[in-house]
């Protein structure tokens, strides 16, 4: 079992800034890490997501020149930093981890179902 650790999240207003962290406890079955996020009564969202093997990276539409994502191999963590934030990203946000190589293929890295893995979660609120 895969564990995964966040941490990073808080209150900010509106253009500012947050970086999130998450920590895997195995690093080999971790070929993708992900953040997604989910307000309430919205459904998860992906985020953006890292193939930690070749450090390429995914992002949705909403948060790209935004948020950047990024990972430490050495330390198994991966990062998300947030700037510009807006009213809009509000949510809880989620780290995953998968094994599968293949998520880049048709937007792969944005299905949940896909991620063997998940964090508690760390709430993220911007707000004036």
């Known amino acids: 079992q895969v564990q995964l650790v966040e941490s990073g999240g808080g209150s900010v207003q509106p253009g500012g800034s947050l970086t999130l962290s998450c920590v895997t406890s195995d690093i080999i079955s971790s070929n993708f890490m992900a953040w997604f996020r989910q307000a309430p009564g919205k459904e998860r969202e992906g985020v953006a997501a890292?193939?930690?093997?070749?450090?390429?990276?995914y992002y949705a539409d909403s948060v790209k020149g935004r948020f950047t994502i990024s990972r430490d191999a050495a330390k198994a963590t991966a990062f998300l930093q947030m700037n510009s934030l807006k009213p809009e990203d509000s949510a809880m946000y989620y780290c995953?981890?998968?094994?599968?190589?293949?998520?880049?293929?048709?937007?792969?890295?944005?299905?949940?179902?896909?991620?063997?893995?998940w964090g508690q979660g760390t709430q993220v609120t911007v707000s004036s």
């Open positions: 890292i193939a930690i093997r070749w450090d390429t990276t």
């Open positions: 995953a981890a998968a094994e599968d190589q293949t998520l880049w293929y048709q937007n792969g890295w944005s299905v949940p179902g896909r991620y063997h893995s």
